[in-house]
T-cell receptor
Framework: NAGVMQNPRHLVRRRGQEARLRCSPM?????VYWYRQLPEEGLKFMVY????????ESGMPKERFSAEFPKEGPSILRIQQVVRGDSAAYFC????????????FGDGTRLSIL | GQNIDQPTEMTATEGAIVQINCTYQ??????LFWYQQHAGEAPTFLSY????GLEEKGRFSSFLSRSKGYSYLLLKELQMKDSASYLC????????????FGDGTTLTVKP
């Protein structure tokens, strides 16, 4: 019973390139969340998605960042024209539908910008 | 909006008991979660409280008082492997499904 799968585990990009982070939720989970974490800091909410819908993107920067969760395939967090400040760990979590369900986290993608 | 406060760091001795507090302010409370995160790893779910009172799960217990906006995580018989960050997360009923995380409490267990 696979957990939340994120890939790649580590991603290195040069300034100005694009970064694509993928997340496959646990089987049966229809809700996906993306978080960003800087070293020694807490998880900062970015976006909450259900299949083909963005429910809440209040934590996502207005420019360069986008997220999707298509009908088929993984959820994608896309960062265009990356800058040094984008270096962080990006965690994806999923949960089933229902009010009192905990989120299950993937192992994260460590993004490094050169 | 939501505001969540936890102590930044705590230190305790192996075999002892430690209590990690979390206070929150929210416009519409719909549950509180505790997660454990070891350095460089993913957070893992520990406990969930939606009603007042104590939830016990082995060495870990979590308490909630909704009227006080307060929760604590109690860790008994501390082990070295309990050294980790402990995250309090509050779910509100104005943003269905979304949880807001505190900055976490880094617990160091010493021999």
């Amino acid at each position: 019973n696979a957990g939340v799968m994120q890939n790649p585990r580590h991603l290195v990009r040069r300034r100005g390139q694009e970064a694509r982070l993928r997340c496959s939720p646990m089987k049966g989970h229809s809700h996906v969340y993306w978080y960003r974490q800087l070293p020694e800091e807490g998880l900062k909410f970015m976006v909450y998605l259900q299949k083909e819908n963005i429910i809440d993107e209040s934590g996502m920067p207005k420019e360069r960042f986008s997220a999707e969760f298509p009908k088929e395939g993984p959820s994608i967090l896309r960062i265009q024209q990356v800058v040094r400040g984008d270096s962080a760990a990006y965690f994806c979590a999923s949960s089933p539908a229902g009010e009192h369900q905990p989120q299950h986290f993937g192992d994260g993608t460590r993004l490094s910008i050169l | 909006g939501q505001n969540i406060d936890q102590p930044t760091e705590m230190t305790a001795t192996e075999g002892a008991i430690v209590q990690i507090n979390c206070t929150y302010q929210t416009s519409g409370f719909n549950g509180l979660f505790w997660y454990q995160q070891h350095a460089g790893e993913a957070p893992t779910f520990l406990s969930y409280n939606v009603l007042d009172g104590l939830e016990e799960k082995g060495r870990f217990s979590s308490f909630l008082s909704r009227s006080k906006g307060y929760s604590y995580l109690l860790l008994k018989e501390l082990q070295m492997k309990d050294s980790a960050s402990y995250l309090c997360a509050v779910k509100d009923n104005t943003n269905a499904g979304k949880s807001t995380f505190g900055d976490g409490t880094t617990l160091t267990v010493k021999p």
